[in-house]
Nanobody, 124 residues
Framework: QVQLVESGGGLVQAGGSLRLSCSAS????????MGWFRQAPGKMREFVAL????????NYADIVKGRFTISRDNLKNTTYLQMNSLKPEDTAVYYC?????????????????WGQGTQVTVSS
């Protein structure tokens, strides 16, 4: 089992920034690709960003590209999502997830472990 705990969410005005953190325990963190997903009211969960185990590759959903940055610190067992230029439509519960195996994917069904989520609310 891998335990993931998100933090850093909150209320921010449009145009502002937040930095989300996801702390992992239970397994060797560097074995896992990490992803961020979000789910807004009335919408399905969607992919936001991913980073591979050694941070050699990152990928972003088009709707956040240029505004969000994913990173990780394997020595701290933590991955981050820096969110800038936030918009009201970014309001959602944000989840981090860990994926074992070798296939790089944005499909949430391929991720093995999930945190409980952290709420991000962007006011207009």
């Amino acid at each position: 089992q891998v335990q993931l705990v998100e933090s850093g969410g909150g209320l921010v005005q449009a145009g502002g920034s937040l930095r989300l953190s996801c702390s992992a325990s239970g397994r060797t963190f560097s074995r896992y690709d990490m992803g961020w997903f979000r789910q807004a009211p009335g919408k399905m969960r969607e992919f936001v960003a991913l980073i591979t185990r050694l941070a050699t590759t990152t990928n972003y959903a088009d709707i956040v590209k240029g505004r969000f940055t994913i990173s990780r610190d394997n020595l701290k067992n933590t991955t981050y999502l820096q969110m800038n230029s936030l918009k009201p439509e970014d309001t959602a519960v944000y989840y981090c997830a860990a994926k074992s195996g070798i296939r790089l994917t944005t499909d949430m069904r391929e991720y093995d472990y999930w945190g409980q989520g952290t709420q991000v609310t962007v006011s207009s």
